[in-house]
């Protein structure tokens, strides 16, 4: 998949012209009817400066159950999950007790991360150069986030990505809450979290924005 992605960025580089030209009448041609002939000019390109800024963002955290709970509930989903495997039970039923058995760890090692915590802190690298902007950030942010970004960005053309470092695993779009799922069921965040991204990016790429055009040319 990655020669494939690779490939066809070559194709289309190689089939691109970024220069910012103009073209400029030059004369009219007879050839039966007249014909306007052009020219290509090139326009001076602007110089902009790399700007590059790092982002720590403290995200709201749900509140944790008691550690016991989650640990009796481990425990339990486990001695099932044996006792199928001893008896010989079908595969299906297997499978489904095992993947019972893994969301019950991973709800031990939340409360483990973040029992007593109201907050966390993640970060988010913001690189601007002219009408170009990438966002990154560490955590697996929901793909709502990057469109709010993405739309109402100061820069015209923004990306916006996660798993640039460390996950802390979902960061769900406020709506996705009340759909439920496995994402939002295993996401130690609120659903204040991805608007505080959305807000916080948008304010960095603003003052960007505002610093390059305070510039003296």
Same mark, same amino acid.
């Given at each position: 998949l990655g020669t +494939?992605?690779?490939?066809?960025? =070559? #194709?289309?580089f190689s089939e691109i012209d970024t220069r910012p030209i103009t073209e400029e009448f030059v004369r009219a041609r007879e050839s039966g009817a007249?014909? %306007?002939?052009w020219e290509e000019k090139s326009v001076p390109e602007e110089q902009n400066e790399l700007q590059v800024r790092q982002l720590r963002l403290p995200l709201p955290l749900r509140p944790q159950p008691e550690l016991e709970e989650v640990l009796d509930t481990y425990r339990q989903r486990k001695s099932e999950l044996s006792a199928l495997n001893e008896s010989g039970a079908p595969a299906e039923k297997?499978? =489904?007790? /095992? *993947?019972? %058995?893994?969301r019950a760890q991973m709800a031990v090692t939340r409360v483990e991360n973040y029992a007593g915590k109201t907050e966390l802190e993640v970060e988010l690298q913001i690189l601007r150069y002219g009408e170009l902007a990438i966002v990154g950030m560490?955590?697996? $942010? *929901?793909?709502? +986030?990057?469109? =709010?970004? #993405?739309?109402? %960005? @100061?820069? $015209?053309?923004?990306?916006?990505?996660?798993?640039?470092?460390?996950?802390f695993g979902y960061i769900p779009w406020p709506q996705a809450y009340s759909e439920g799922g496995y994402e939002v069921e295993t996401s130690p965040y609120t659903e204040e979290a991805a608007p505080r991204i959305v807000e916080a990016v948008? #304010?960095?790429? @603003?003052? /960007?924005? @505002?610093?390059?055009?305070?510039?003296p040319a």
């Open positions: +494939i992605l690779g490939l066809e960025a =070559a #194709k289309v007249t014909l %306007a002939m297997v499978e =489904a007790a /095992m *993947f019972r %058995a893994r560490n955590g697996e $942010p *929901f793909c709502e +986030i990057g469109l =709010a970004i #993405k739309e109402q %960005a @100061a820069v $015209p053309h923004t990306f916006f990505g996660g798993y640039t470092g460390e996950s948008l #304010k960095v790429l @603003a003052e /960007m924005t @505002a610093t390059d055009r305070a510039r």
